[in-house]
């Protein structure tokens, strides 16, 4: 039924359709309005026999579902940020045992200094943790990835996580038609697990692999991974067929057909970037914006299809490789290997700074005129940035940098947001 | 399209008032985002939230800068926050206090707004009245239907009831109505600048 | 009548002192359909009291069981040993995930089972000191305090023994280990550093905690039998040396355990719902010093001069045990 509900309750929601059977959480800002609701859920009786564990740690909660999972239960979690880094080696150890756990990613980012809002350096930090990684536009589409992230997950004996921008998704209310249960039904049947903990069929899960065969071990997860590619189209479609709408994919164009420059991201900024495209449209620039929908694995064959004909890409990424500059644009430039296209760096939306239709457009005219740095900062205050280098230049005991940053910000005037 | 920014302090119900107010576009059959102004902050702290209303789908997310609409549920923001920051000079004010504006100290900004633009609406007495405490949250979203026209006073209640079901939603609904109907009498007056006060 | 070859090590789990048993009164492992779930094979060393403590623990556990048993493992010795594939020891579904989160793994496998309405199969998860004093502690505490339906057994070898003998939290006073060497002026492990997870366990007011020791084979397949038969979170605290770590004979496993045991460093006793309900008599009070250096990694104590001083204060920690649990009433 299609309603005006906060996207943590949609994607509650729809994971309770998915019939779990297990979820474990620990609580974490902007996750906790998901595990909120299906801790409800579940005690009402709104979940059948899904056991609901209020867990110590995320380090725990994904440790819960190793071993729900083990035992043969469709299982569900969710997280963000340093909750994520805390359950990194589960989150490894998940995806090398073949365990096909669902969990969402409320993204926001990685202290210190602690931020508790919205970019992508924690999902971005376990990218090659083994996982599949889709991210959604909307609320709608993290709905929907949800239902079709149990089929990917169950189909390839997979984790799959579920990206959703933190507050800009999570805590914002717009429509959603979140599905009938014989619909999802039809769509997701029962899971059947390929290893289970049977004491009528005993088997050891876990066990130390050497030299001789970790690299094969290895090669069958990335071809495993690979198949996703093949996949993820695949559910996408079969989930458009009986839900008549579009969700999911590998990668997805918009106004691409005859753009001369294009925006590549991923997660909720693709809607402020169409609004972009279509003012520079108005504006007689040939924008276009290419969605990348399945991180991981990376659809490079797909992108560099979608992104023919371009002169420009630009790609907008919410996370930052210090002394590297991107992480997406690498991969871009990689799908890319072998053509003339050049490829800019915009970090943006760092720590939940707002991405503004115009400081897209900005951008978007800059890189045409050849003046975009490279990576380009998008709003960087490079005044309090002066500020502060050089008073750090003249005093050897400079103290904090965040402290002194903030300072500098009230001092000369914080963006009003 | 619409775009709302609602100033409050947090337990003012800020980030309820945007959601209720985007459910209630919803029932009108428009496409509405509602979002808060992303924070840790504990009671009594500034709080923003905004709401999108659009004939079509909303896709932008960034925060609202260019509001249409700005309300005020706590009036000692007035002079601590720009409040009214980025505000089209056509758009519309909604402010909780049983001053006026010449009181609030206002009457040379607001006075530039067109006539019946500016609603300074007792919400907080209204809320004492129906709720026993001064919740001004429903009540401004009452103002704002009779105010602006843009959603239905119906609507509005629909999206307390649905939200606050029983007695609370009940007594939300009375507030909300009460204050849409004080507006909607002293824009029969046709002042150029609205003081809704309670009689 | 069925017979069965037997090793001649297998004859003293059919006698107590010199007499034999009644079939009833013998242990599980002396039983000819004992499951044999750690089969051998395995890799462990010479002597190894965690093998043994292990072996008879979970041959127990089956038996209670019924033969529904799953095991979660931490990672250690144990896993280690047992697990190299195409030669796993495990004969019982079995799994290993982390060094830090078998009681968490093993608490999700419960809540599987509870959810698929497979109250039959019953789940114990079993780790090293390391992996349960030091870093599962967090998770062991989280299964504790839920009161997840596992059975934890701890094998408290007092040392991280497979990464090459490093201290823990269970790593006795003045005991030497790579990271506690006997050098300096206070030589070997410091005095009031470590805790005591056995009450620990009792302060989550868990349905049942009990301590024993591989010296005490009868004692300890008693306790597994009485945890497998309640329900709830349950913690066994099992002593069982390690000859490698501990510089002891590799012949000499049960008497240094027996030693642990009758000098009462190693109290055994057990609790329920908190409170302690029973406790295993000393028989023939032994001074600490007859432990100590059945043990090269006390011999610091000893050479190149009598370190009376610690023994003294090893000795009133065996005392206190004593006093404590009323270990010679």
């Keep these: 039924m299609r309603a005006q509900i906060e996207g943590s309750q949609a994607v509650a929601e729809a994971v309770v359709l998915c019939r779990p059977e297990v979820i474990a959480a620990y609580p974490i800002s902007p996750q906790t309005h998901i595990v909120e609701r299906l801790s409800r859920m579940v005690k009402q009786g709104d979940a059948g026999r899904c056991q609901y564990l209020n867990v110590e740690s995320e380090f725990a909660a994904l440790s819960v579902l190793i071993g729900a999972s083990a035992a043969g239960a469709r299982t569900y979690t969710a997280t963000t940020s340093q909750g994520l880094l805390f359950m990194a080696e589960a989150v490894y150890n998940a995806a090398g045992l073949g365990l096909p756990i669902v969990m969402t990613i409320a993204n926001r980012a990685v202290g210190a200094p602690i931020n508790i809002w919205n970019d992508h350096s924690d999902s971005m930090a376990l990218r090659d943790a083994g996982w599949i990684q889709l991210y959604a536009e909307t609320n709608q589409e993290a709905a929907d990835l949800h239902i079709q992230a149990f089929q990917l997950a169950e189909q390839l004996s997979s984790p799959v996580m579920v990206c959703m921008d933190g507050y800009i998704l999570t805590h914002a209310y717009e429509p959603v038609d979140v599905p009938d249960q014989n619909l999802v039904d039809a769509f997701l049947p029962p899971f059947s697990p390929v290893q289970v903990l049977d004491p009528s069929d005993p088997i050891s899960i876990g066990s130390m692999v050497g030299p001789e065969a970790f690299t094969e071990v290895k090669y069958l997860a990335y071809q495993q991974q690979l198949r996703a590619l093949a996949l993820v189209p695949e559910v996408a479609g079969d989930f458009e067929r009986q839900f008549h709408r579009l969700s999911g994919g590998l990668c997805t164009p918009y106004r691409m057909e005859d753009a001369d420059i294009a925006v590549i991201a991923l997660g909720s900024v693709i809607g402020t970037i169409k609004d972009a495209v279509d003012e520079l449209r108005l504006e007689g620039i040939a924008a276009g914006c290419v969605k990348i929908g399945c991180y991981r694995p990376f659809p490079s064959l797909q992108l560099r299809a979608a992104l023919e004909g371009v002169s420009r890409a630009i790609v907008v990424e919410k996370d930052l490789a210090v002394g590297m500059g991107g992480i997406v644009s690498v991969d871009i430039r990689m799908a890319l290997q072998g053509s003339a296209v050049p490829v800019h760096t915009v970090i943006a939306g760092l720590g939940g700074r707002s991405i503004s239709i115009a400081s897209l457009k900005r951008m978007v005219i800059e890189a045409r005129a050849e003046r975009l740095n490279e990576p380009h900062f998008l709003d960087l205050n490079t005044t309090v940035i002066d500020a502060e280098q050089s008073r750090r230049r003249e005093q050897r005991r400079a103290g904090p940098v965040a402290e002194q940053v903030l300072r500098a910000v009230n001092a000369i005037g914080a963006r009003t947001t | 399209m619409m775009q709302v920014r609602i100033h409050g302090r947090g337990g003012q119900g800020v980030v309820t008032a945007a959601e209720l107010l985007s459910m209630a576009a919803f029932t009108d059959g428009r496409y509405a985002q509602a979002f808060p102004s992303f924070g840790s902050e504990r009671m009594g702290a500034p709080v923003t939230a905004f709401c999108r209303i659009d004939e079509r789908v909303i896709r932008t997310r960034e925060a609202v800068t260019q509001p249409d609409v700005v309300i005020v549920q706590d009036p000692t923001l007035l002079h601590q926050v720009d409040v009214f920051g980025g505000l089209s000079t056509q758009g519309y004010v909604l402010i909780n206090s049983t001053r006026s504006v010449e009181e609030l100290g206002l009457d040379e900004f607001l006075n530039t707004f067109p006539h019946g633009h500016v609603c300074v609406v007792p919400a907080g007495d209204i809320g004492v009245k129906h709720m026993k405490r001064p919740i001004a949250n429903t009540p401004l979203l009452g103002g704002f239907a009779a105010a602006t026209g843009a959603i239905k006073i119906e609507s509005v209640v629909s999206a307390i009831r649905q939200k606050f079901p029983g007695s609370l939603g009940a007594r939300n609904a009375d507030a909300a109505r009460e204050a849409h109907d004080l507006v909607v009498s002293r824009l029969r007056d046709d002042k150029g600048v609205l003081h809704a006060r309670a009689n | ?329």
């Design chain 3, 1 to 329: 009548m069925p017979t069965q070859r037997i090793k001649f090590y297998q004859t003293g789990t059919y006698t107590a002192g010199n007499r034999l048993l009644d079939e009833e009164a013998r242990t599980v492992q002396s039983r000819m359909d004992r499951t044999n779930s750690l089969n051998s094979g395995h890799r462990a060393c010479q002597g190894c009291g965690e093998a043994l403590g292990a072996r008879y623990a979970i041959d127990a556990a089956m038996r209670a069981s019924r033969n529904r048993l799953i095991a979660i493992n931490a990672t250690g010795c144990l896993e280690v040993f047992s697990s190299p594939y195409p030669e796993s020891a495990w004969q019982i579904p079995w799994m290993h995930s982390l060094f830090g989160n078998a009681p968490a793994v093993a608490s999700g496998v419960a809540a599987a089972l509870r959810a698929k309405g497979r109250g039959d199969v019953h789940v114990i998860a079993q780790g090293g000191d390391g992996a349960t004093v030091d870093i599962g502690f967090g998770c062991l505490s989280g299964m504790f305090e839920r009161n997840d339906d596992v059975l934890y057994l701890c094998y408290d070898n007092e040392a991280y023994m497979n990464t090459g003998i490093q201290r823990s939290g269970a790593t006795p006073p003045f005991a030497r280990t790579n990271t506690t060497q006997a050098v300096g002026g206070a030589p070997g492990n410091l005095l009031g550093t470590g805790k005591n997870v056995p009450r620990i366990a009792m302060a989550h007011g868990i349905s049942y905690v009990a301590t024993a020791s591989v010296a005490d084979l009868h004692d300890l397949e008693a306790k597994v039998t009485t945890a497998m038969g309640m329900t709830g979170a349950r913690y066994i605290h099992i002593h069982v040396p390690c000859p490698l770590g501990w510089g002891s004979d590799p012949a000499h496993t049960m008497r240094v355990a027996r030693m642990a045991v009758e000098s009462g460093l190693f109290p055994l006793f057990e609790a329920k719902s908190g409170v302690v309900i029973g406790r295993t008599l000393i028989r023939h009070k032994v001074p600490v010093e007859r432990y100590l250096e059945l043990q090269a990694r006390f011999k610091h104590l000893f050479e190149p001069r009598r370190n009376s001083e610690a023994i003294a204060s090893l000795q009133a920690i065996a005392d206190a045990n004593i006093s404590f649990y009323g270990l010679l009433e």
